[in-house]
Nanobody, 115 residues
């Protein structure tokens, strides 16, 4: 199995920045894709960003130009740099790993953007 440990959430003002980290228990080379999802109260979980083994990235339209997903293979860690944060970015952010045919989720970290 793959264990995912998230960190970096918190409270920021609109326009601020946060960097989320997700440490995996095994090599990212053994994982087909790593991604970040978010879920706000009363809403469905949605894909925010994804990076595959060949470094192909995918972003939700709502975060393009503001968020950047990256990885450090030596540390088995994936990051989500979030800039120009908006109140609508407020949600619990979850790290996700796809190791076909299995999927793994982190525990989630709260991001709150408020004046």
């Amino acid at each position: 199995q793959v264990e995912l440990v998230e960190s970096g959430g918190g409270l920021v003002q609109p326009g601020g920045s946060l960097r989320l980290s997700c440490a995996a228990s095994r090599s990212l080379f053994s994982i087909n894709a790593m991604g970040w999802y978010r879920q706000a109260p009363g809403k469905q979980r949605e894909l925010v960003a994804q990076i595959t083994t060949d470094s192909t990235t995918t972003y939700a339209d709502s975060v393009k130009g503001r968020f950047t997903i990256s990885r450090d293979n030596a540390k088995n860690t994936v990051y989500l740099q979030m800039n120009s944060l908006k109140p609508e970015d407020t949600a619990v952010y979850y790290c996700h790993a796809r190791q076909t045919p299995l999927n793994y989720w982190g525990q989630g970290t709260q991001v709150t953007v408020s004046p």
